[in-house]
């Protein structure tokens, strides 16, 4: 049985006078997730990711891994540290003595060689490619994917995981032999997007994007609006494409319209970049072609933020006192709030805790997932006020309305639709499963209600 009593959660209790310097200097997932023990400050940009925010990491994990089979990507892992003249080779990085990438986090071992702490990982994928090329056009397409921590200099962290100098990150690699299958590599790849952040459950738009320093030829983001964002989505008046306000702000490229652009703040979540032989050609990455001849291989490169992902789903479901969670990143789904010691139906309704327990792992889309606030020295109301704070988005509360004279009911808030109900057992599992069956762990987008608007 989970035990809240034996959880390591070192809470976080912000006084009301708090200064405005503090209010300014945190997002409200960020004071949210600190306050309510899910992460701890390590020091300027980078956290502790604690006990209860490690299950919802790897429920991230777990849904990009299996999104990321429907487009059969391969997962691997690359080292952390990438050495600098392979950055050189690309062209993202200067010559001796030039000034790196203000981003770039970089060491020097004892030999004087220079590594890169990477962001992203194209020039390490790109070498590895070109190392065993050239490679027979049989063997691709080829997509190679990870999920590991990636370093940023940034200047001014902020926000929490949503800004931070460590982070969490899925980077997918594409290799194909010419550019019309890059293409439809990107258009596959690009739904999966779709289907996995329809999943997720927060509302999201999908925007044309600038490539930048990446390269490329063509660039696509994912965000979820929100006035915390740091990027501005333009959609045109007249036909309705979105694209980040860095790519255009004058006048519209798929209608060459000029009327006013309708705005709003989006926290970026995934990007989506084809790359053409930006990487592939200057680090000879090949394929050999039907004709026997090599040519230079096709990339694109896909990225989720796994960490941001899920503060930015708190930062937007959730409300300025209590985290609201997507059904499937929660870390647990139910919590039981049991009886308080010393009451005078403790022994009467207690044997109820087990029971409830053994019965509700039996539901579907329950099991591994309950957790009992065990902490019956506090009142039950305090424990609900806190299950609520932490956003658990089923409770039960097993209380005097257990007892024979309360008819043997349970008290079970919804916060998904913010309901409460006084059931029976056989009704609580019956409701449970209901709720869990209309959020499923895995569906079509369809059945979601999401506002997704996509533009190719």
């Not at 509302?203 to 006035?227: I, N, R």
């Not at 796994?306 to 708190?314: D, G």
């Not at 097993?398 to 409460?420: I, M, R, Y």
Request: hydrophobic fraction near 35%; include cysteine.
């Amino acid at each position: 049985m989970n035990r809240i009593s034996k959880l390591f959660q070192p809470s976080l209790v912000v006084p009301k006078n708090a200064t405005v310097k503090h209010q300014e200097a945190t997002s409200k997932s960020q004071r949210l997730m600190l306050e309510q023990g899910l992460i701890r400050q390590a020091g300027n940009g980078t956290f502790h990711l604690l006990p209860l925010l490690q299950r919802s990491v790897q429920k991230a994990i777990d849904l990009i891994d299996r999104h990321m089979r429907t487009v059969d990507a391969q997962r691997l892992t690359l080292p952390l540290l990438t050495s600098a003249e392979l950055w050189r080779k690309s062209g993202r990085l200067g010559k001796d003595g030039d000034a790196p990438p203000t981003e770039l986090l970089q060491t020097r071992d004892r030999h004087g060689k220079v590594q890169i702490l990477g962001p992203t990982h194209e020039e390490s994928i790109t070498a590895l490619m070109a190392a065993i090329a050239p490679v027979s056009y049989r063997q691709f397409p080829l997509r190679l994917y990870q999920i590991s921590t990636k370093f940023r200099d940034e200047m001014k962290p902020r926000f929490g995981l949503m800004r931070s100098k460590e982070f969490l990150m899925k980077d997918l690699y594409t290799f194909d032999v010419d550019q019309t299958k890059c293409r439809q590599t990107y258009e596959s790849v690009n739904e999966a997007y779709v289907r996995l952040l329809a999943e997720v459950g927060v509302p999201f738009v999908k925007v044309a994007g600038d490539c930048g320093t990446m390269g490329g030829s063509l660039s696509h983001e994912y965000h979820f609006p929100s006035e915390v964002g740091e990027d501005e989505l333009l959609q045109c008046k007249r036909c309705g494409a979105l694209t980040n306000a860095e790519l255009s702000r004058n006048e519209c490229e798929s209608c060459a319209g000029r009327d006013p652009f309708e705005r709003q703040r989006g926290i970026e979540v995934a990007h989506a970049f084809i790359l053409d032989d930006r990487y592939t050609k200057p680090l000879a990455a090949t394929c050999l072609q039907p004709n026997g001849k090599p040519s230079t291989l096709q990339m694109g490169c896909y990225g989720i933020g796994v960490t941001r992902l899920i503060a930015a789903s708190i930062e937007v479901l959730s409300n300025e006192r209590e985290i609201r969670w997507p059904l499937g990143l929660a870390p647990y789904r139910v919590c039981i709030v049991t009886p308080k010691a010393g009451s005078k139906e403790e022994a009467i309704v207690n044997p109820w805790v087990d029971r409830l327990y053994g019965n509700l792992e039996t539901v579907t889309g329950c099991r591994g997932e309950i957790i009992v606030d065990d902490r019956n020295q506090l009142t039950i109301g305090k424990r609900l006020l806190d299950a609520r704070r932490m956003g658990y988005p089923v409770i039960v509360v097993v209380g005097a309305k257990a007892s024979p004279e309360g008819c043997e009911l349970f008290e079970l808030h919804n916060l998904l639709d913010g309901t409460q109900l006084d059931l029976s057992l056989g009704d609580i599992l019956t409701a449970v499963g209901s709720i869990f069956s209309k959020n499923p762990e895995t569906s079509s987008p369809l059945n979601h209600v999401v506002k997704v608007q996509v533009q190719n």
